[in-house]
């Protein structure tokens, strides 16, 4: 048997007519750009979170740059975050002259330890960067208690975590703005790039709509220097077709999250899912010691395993002028080489699972401490 780490053939087969019924349409409109899919999707996706608005946008990584653009950040300003996230999360700060300020990782969620935020505030720090990593959420209510002390803006990276909640609540609507990716492989993928923001703020809205269009109000009148980064109508359209099934696929996930534990947790360390919040296992993320060749073994019996992420952010060549020494982050640094995700998608199969499984008890029973 060969599992591989995410199939999106399975997907497009269950709903193909209904996309392809979809694109069509945008063609036949031939209207490709901020049409009528782009802002009845922003309405269905700010609803579906439970907030006033969303603005379509052409990238997560724009979602974060934007937000922060929109909060007025900017040069020498400090945004607090994690090593242990997708090089995006930083790439965005860094792009607008700010500066990334990492937080260890709580050991057991691998999200950002709240613990730890207020001794890394300063005089300079302007953001909590919270990122809901693996579909799981961070403690938004922590978070949000302490930026209200500090007068702190919060933007959520929850592009790993649409449809995630913690105490009914769901992510990205917690802070000032949160931030979507619709990268094909995410809970809520489109068919190329796409991302949003949702925010209950009608001027950050406002903004952010206008710094995705050049940065105009009115047609060819412009206040201040934009961005072109939409979605597209044909994304949208895709989009509007899978937002329908999100809760249905991360039930699909759950589920089959749940089997993993059955078979996986008197052997290894499985995901810890927090009383009180809905995880939505963008990834399924498992914890051992021979994690390289436990990937080696279960690489040759045809199952592809990933890490997220293998080296963190901090100790990498974009952030050397920082300075962080090796060490600075001891949990980040450890989990790093611990951690490992299995195959996980909705479409997964029980079968799958359980060889996937099994490969690894096998593993595990074999090795010689
Ligand atoms: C995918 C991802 C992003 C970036 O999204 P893109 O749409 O690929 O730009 C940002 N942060 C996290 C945590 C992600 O997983």
Not at 164 to 177: H, L, N, P, S, V
Not at 193 to 199: E, L, Q, S
Request: hydrophobic residues 35%.
């Amino acid at each position: 048997m060969e599992v591989k780490f995410i199939n999106l053939k399975r997907q497009y087969n269950s709903i193909e007519k209904e996309i392809n019924l979809a694109i069509k349409e945008v063609l036949n409109n031939a209207n490709f750009v901020l049409g009528d899919n782009v802002s009845s999707f922003e309405k269905e996706f700010a609803k579906y979170c439970g907030i006033k608005y969303s603005v379509g946008l052409n990238s997560g990584t724009d979602a974060l740059k934007l937000a922060l653009i929109a909060c007025e950040i900017g040069k020498g300003d400090e945004v607090i975050t994690v090593a242990n996230t997708f090089v995006a999360t930083t790439l965005a700060i860094c792009d607008i002259g700010a500066i990334p300020r990492f937080v260890d990782i709580d050991p057991l969620t691998y999200n950002i330890d709240t613990e730890k935020i207020e001794k890394n505030i300063n005089k300079n720090t302007k953001v909590i960067l919270p990122v809901h990593l693996y579909g799981q959420m961070c403690d938004m209510k922590k978070i949000m208690m302490i930026a209200k002390k500090y007068n702190l803006k919060v933007i959520e990276d929850a592009c790993q975590a649409h449809g995630a909640e913690q105490d009914g609540k769901k992510a990205g609507t917690f802070g000032d703005i949160g931030c979507f990716s619709f990268y094909p492989t995410k809970n809520l993928g489109a068919y190329g790039d796409g991302g949003a923001i949702v925010t209950n703020n009608e001027e950050l809205d406002k903004k952010i709509r206008m710094l995705r269009n050049y940065g105009q109000e009115k047609k060819y009148y412009y206040n201040f220097l934009g961005y072109n980064t939409r979605l597209d109508e044909i994304q949208a359209a895709v989009l509007r077709v899978k937002l329908k099934y999100l809760d249905k696929w991360n039930d699909m996930r759950i589920k089959n999250a749940k089997l993993y534990s059955k078979f996986l947790e008197e052997y290894i360390l499985v995901p810890r899912k927090l009383k009180g919040y809905k995880h939505v296992y963008h990834l399924y993320v498992i914890r051992l010691k021979n994690r390289d060749k436990l990937m080696e073994y279960l690489n040759k019996n045809n199952i592809y395993t990933l890490i997220h992420y293998p080296f963190p952010l901090h100790l990498q060549k974009i952030h050397k002028t920082l300075n962080i020494p090796k060490g600075s982050l001891p949990i980040t640094e450890e989990r790093s080489k611990e951690i490992l995700s299995l195959p996980m998608y909705p479409e997964l199969t029980g079968d799958e699972i359980k060889y996937v499984s099994n490969k690894i008890i096998e593993f595990i029973k074999n090795q010689h401490f």
